[in-house]
């Protein structure tokens, strides 16, 4: 089985969005990493037609906006990384599925 290079996407812009936001202290740092690994992912989804790119952004930035609310029963860290893996699991599983057909 072959990862799809949008995988560690999704993984690299949720942490490293964070973590840059964090450890910077500009929110804005965090945008344009979070932003940047979510287009290279896109695009790669774009092959795979419009509602699977759209299932998977709205995953994507799903997993971001639940985080926020997240962080406050889990903690700031563990809240990215349950949405992290969660955002990982379903791309992972979407794609091995559309690749199948």
Known sequence: MNIDVSVPLVAA???GGFAAARYTGKRPLGGVVL???GVAAG???LGRGPAVTAALSA???GAFGISHPLARKLG????????TGAAVGATAA???IVDAR
Do not use: E, F, K, N
Not at 76 to 83: D, G, I, Q, R
């Open 59 to 61: 995953t994507y930035l």
């Open 13 to 15: 812009g949720l942490i």
């Open 35 to 37: 932003g940047a690994a």
């Open 94 to 96: 979407t794609l091995a």
């Open 76 to 83: 700031a860290w563990p809240s990215v990384l349950v949405v």
């Open 43 to 45: 695009r790669r989804w």
